[in-house]
């Protein structure tokens, strides 16, 4: 009996790694549109793409980062500046991708810039730090792929969204785990919609890793800021000693994450290159193991498991 469920189970795995291996043809004639290529995994994967051959058309906030970039690769890359909280940028944007795509369309658009601060219990936090996280993570994103999806539709290409665990374990308060609950949202409807004209949807879900963004500097300096905005009563409640623990466990966690990103750009370019792309992908040990599964138990269990060991307010009613 468990002799057949092993060979079935391997049988399985063999048939979706054989599946999987199939590569779309003419690659290089291909379009590729990325946001967020500053640094962090959007520089990687346009580095990693114009490496293979495509035609990476890359967005990037800051002209500095755009100029960096360029000295990277090669002349088939280039590069445009982008703001996605701004609609005419966007527009602009749009229309510089459909000069350089022609008739051909576009492939493949990696909805890759987002932003993780401010991070902080959501009392310490105001309205504005919600919008300003929703702005760029979330309606950003939305923007950025209804403004091309006429010309991904033309190839029936792939959109590539890029989420997080945190769009399935809500670890922390703040506009992050709200920005990427609502890309999963939003990936899901639009992967249904756009099936009916040839084009795949494909969600990247990585677990912890280590950027830019996640320093420790920037962490610490943003945790600080929130915590001098909150208010005298949420400070009574909190008290100093909170910020200081809060602060221990990002330094005991952090050895954890991965700073290996090509374990996240390698999802992203095999859902923009197989010819069977996965509808979610879960790159990192820790997303694979522990907050995916984690996502799927109770929810008192999972409240449990988050509570235990976490840093506790000062005066607990």
Known sequence: MWLYLVV???LYYLLRWQRERQVVSHLRDKYVFITGCDSGFGNLLARQLDLRGLRVLAACLTEQGAQQLRKQTSDRLETVLLDVT??????AAKEWVKERVGDRGLWGLVNNAGI????????WLTK???MVM???NLLGMVDVTLQLLPLVRKTKGRVVN???VMGRVSLFGGGYCLSKYGVEAFSDSLRRELSYFGVKVAVIEPGFFMTNMTAAEVFNGNLQAAWQQASPEVKDLYGDAFVANFMK?????KPQWSGNLSLVTNCMEHALTSCHPRTRYSPGWDAKFFYLPMSYLPTFLMDLMMCYGAPRPAKVL
């Not at 701004?86 to 527009?91: D, H, L, Q, R």
């Not at 466990?249 to 966690?253: P, R």
């Open 249 to 253: 466990t990002y330094d005991l966690l």
């Open 162 to 164: 890029v989420s997080s």
């Open 116 to 123: 993780c601060m401010p991070l902080a219990p959501n009392e």
């Open 86 to 91: 701004k609609t005419e940028s966007v527009a």
């Open 8 to 10: 079935l189970v391997g």
């Open 128 to 130: 504005q730090d919600f």
């Open 134 to 136: 929703l702005d760029v």
